[in-house]
């Protein structure tokens, strides 16, 4: 997942986004964003598709696999065509 961290980390600090205010645009904890970059939970297909649209990237651009278990625990994909 490291590849997956780095570019939510990496568009976040080229645009000099901290966590609270991306949290703030995208209407998410920023407890959210922090364990997405962190590795800690893989985030709901929702949640990436609002920081997608907050940050102006498409949601699969943030290389994040589609995990829509609420506990964010599942480290597997459901990709959906």
């Not at 922090?34 to 940050?55: D, H, I, Y």
């Not at 696999?65 to 994909?77: A, L, V, W």
Request: aromatic residues 4%; hydrophobic residues 35%; charged residues 25%.
């Amino acid at each position: 997942m490291t590849h997956r961290i780095c570019t939510l980390r990496l568009i976040r600090a080229a645009r000099n986004i901290t966590q609270v205010d991306l949290a703030a645009a995208a209407d998410v904890a920023p407890e959210t964003i922090s364990r997405a970059e962190n590795g800690v939970k893989v985030p709901q297909r929702r949640t990436v598709e609002k920081l997608a649209n907050a940050l102006g990237w498409e949601p699969a651009d943030l290389g994040f696999p589609f995990n829509d278990d609420p506990s964010g625990k599942s480290g597997s994909s459901s990709h959906r065509p």
